[in-house]
């Protein structure tokens, strides 16, 4: 597998730090500690790249990565965090609506789900304004090294019903960033919308 180049680019706390290069752009969003961090060290094989922490919350700012000098990865503050305190939650929340919702470049938006649990009333929150916001989403689901392959594919098919109707839903991806499972077809996904 070849590791692609990825560098920092920024951490924006306001949209006016948003970057200004004009490149396709792809977001990862979910709950803190789902995984988004994880998963982007995952398909550059770079796990220095962005900070990960059992602890959630670490993701405090969305942070821009220029990949492959084509591509911009947006890795955004875990949604609905309690314990940083309401004020900057809720600067969070719009910041990443601010961002999800207007931002020209941006392609497609993963929408990380934990495989273990039922979505949350937060994933559903997020899948339903995406949707209503006509913007392109992909279902990652995340940590499936951590439950069986059975129970990996009934969260898939429970995750495919809820989206059954939806217009802008691509697809339900299981993945696993220490296993790699999922990288390739991610990858596949990813050349298709950054274009
Ligand atoms: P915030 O930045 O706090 O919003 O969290 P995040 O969504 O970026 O999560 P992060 O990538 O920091 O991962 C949270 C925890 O889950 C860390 O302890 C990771 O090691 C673990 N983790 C992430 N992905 C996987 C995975 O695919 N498999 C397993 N077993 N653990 C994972
Ligand atoms: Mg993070």
Redesign the pocket.
């Known amino acids: 597998m070849k590791q692609l180049n990825a560098e920092f680019l920024l951490g924006a706390t306001n949209d006016s730090q948003f970057p200004k290069l004009n490149l396709p752009e792809v977001a ?1 969003c ?13 398909i550059v094989l770079n796990k220095h790249l ?11 700012e969305i942070n821009f990565y220029l990949v492959e000098d084509k591509w911009v990865f947006a ?4 949604f609905g ?1 309690a314990a940083v305190g309401k004020n900057l939650r809720l600067k969070w929340t719009a910041l990443n609506w601010h961002y999800l919702e207007k931002r020209e470049n941006l392609r497609l938006t993963c929408v ?1 789900v934990d495989s273990r649990h039922d979505p949350m009333e937060q994933d559903l929150a997020t899948i339903e304004r995406l949707e209503f916001a006509g913007r392109n989403y992909l279902i990652i689901l ?5 439950i069986s392959p059975k129970s990996v594919d009934e969260r898939k098919k429970q995750l495919e019903h809820l989206v059954s109707q939806c217009k802008y839903a691509v697809e339900v991806l299981p ?5 790699l499972q999922g990288r390739d077809e991610l990858l596949a996904i990813l050349k298709r919308f950054l274009v």
């Open positions: 990862f979910g709950r803190s500690n789902v995984g988004k961090s994880s998963l982007l060290n995952s962005a900070k990960i922490s059992s602890t959630p919350g670490k993701t405090k890795d955004l503050p875990g965090y990380l995340t940590k499936c090294d951590k993945y696993s960033s220490v296993k």
